[in-house]
């Protein structure tokens, strides 16, 4: 009899999941951004936010949060409540932190739920117009003449700019002096002024102030030339054979949401990304939108952590 009693209440507490998910959200959801506003991350984010929040018909609030490689925003967000009201929007940097950190404020497996791809973009080598530097043969020559003496920045210890300046470094054989950032957008202003040589920009951070001519564009890193930059060669074209590397973006949710829920927010990211007039934005920042279920993300953000701690390993960069 008790065992009858049992299966019952479980099958009444089920029951309502699905409903759950139907009439889900009845409130404003929070996304905390792992970096500041201007980044990468801020600029695909929002522009998710403003999809799903016209789809829902409640505010999606874009709460940043930047610092540490995105790390501060990830503690908020594993702290946060189960109940599928905050998720967090972070960068391929979600899968780096475990490498580069040896105390992160929370497990990467354990504290999250992965919920959805957003899209991947090339990073964009560029410097000051006034640069001596015409090319990447020769910061590659000057880093090799005289290393460390190229200043390069990223956005962030553990950010995917960081990550694509530690594969560039350890792919050309070449050492710079590593300076960093809060955030693309502060970033981007030195390398304008002048006050930092180089930086792998996210193609969306970036894409305006090369168009407009305050930066000089000299390589993507991606394997084939992004058609927002068509003149633009890849850095395998540029002297080093063989290298690709690219930025994503993902949303997770703390450990306990409803697979229901995971479920129905993971659909409405893929029916923002195939929006014809969202899909114009993204492709025009020179994204390419991903498409994948939970359980495929969660397998790929799994191996792209093992790719990761492979390259940190090689790269012989010691945790933080």
Known sequence: MN?????????????????LAQNYPTKPVRMILAFPPGSSTDIVGRLYTQKLSEYWGQTVLADNRGGAGGSIAGAIAAKAAADGYTFLIHSSGHAVNPSLYSQLPYDTLKDFVDVAPLVEQPLVLVTNPSSAFKSTADLIARAKAKPGSINFASAGVGSGTHFGLEKLKLAAAIDMTH?????????????????????????????????????????VSTAKRNPSLPNVPTIAESGVPGFEFSLWFGVWAPTGVPAAIINKVAADIVRAGENPEMRAKLVGLGNDTMKMTPAQFAKFVREEMKDYARIVKAAGIKPL
């Open 3 to 19: 065992l009858v009693i049992k299966a019952f209440v479980v099958m009444l507490a089920t029951a309502g999941v699905p409903a």
């Open 179 to 219: 300076v960093t950032y809060k955030g693309s957008g502060e970033v981007l202003i030195d390398v304008i002024a002048g006050r930092v040589d180089f930086y792998l920009s996210p193609i969306s951070a970036g894409l305006s102030h090369i168009q407009s001519g305050k930066l000089r564009a000299l390589a």
